[in-house]
């Protein structure tokens, strides 16, 4: 489990930087609105990030969240140099599915492993990373 959690540590650390990355750099027409979001999904990034480092160390491992290590082991993409709305919507949006879906893998293997508290772990993180999904894709619908 330390190594499955390990794993998805990493990416929900890329996940969080990536939140403020497009916090930061988003301009045009829906500033204010997706300035807002990012920062909102920014903040719940990091209580998964949170949650899987502790659930590491609750299981006598080192929970290492260190950008060093998790720019080695995420599986995410990089984030792109955008800064327009759409794009950094479009960014959020592939970085917020591909975490959703290692997340919803990491459920399974849990489960699969008898682990049922990780595996409920990875629910909670995966419900709130489903949500999140859904209202920063809500921002691309009509303009495509």
Not at 69 to 80: F, Q
Not at 84 to 111: H, M, P, Q, W, Y
Not at 113 to 133: M, P
Request: hydrophobic fraction near 40%; charged fraction near 30%; include cysteine.
């Amino acid at each position: 489990m330390i190594e499955l959690l390990s794993a998805r540590l990493a990416d929900a650390v890329d996940l969080q930087t990536q939140t403020k990355q497009a916090h930061w750099n988003v301009k045009g027409p829906s500033f204010i609105a997706l300035h807002e979001l990012f920062d909102k999904v920014n903040e719940d990034a990091e209580e998964y990030v949170d949650l899987i480092a502790e659930r590491i160390v609750q299981f006598g491992g080192y929970a290492d969240g260190s950008i060093r290590t998790c720019a080695k082991r995420t599986t995410l993409a990089d984030y792109p140099r955008v800064s327009g709305g759409r794009e950094n919507t479009d960014a959020l949006s592939t970085a917020l599915a591909t975490f959703g879906k290692n997340v919803r893998v990491a459920i399974d293997e849990s489960d699969k492993a008898g682990d049922k508290g990780t595996a409920d772990l990875f629910t909670e993180v995966s419900r709130g990373v489903d949500k999140w999904l859904w209202f920063v894709e809500t921002h691309l619908h009509g303009e495509r």
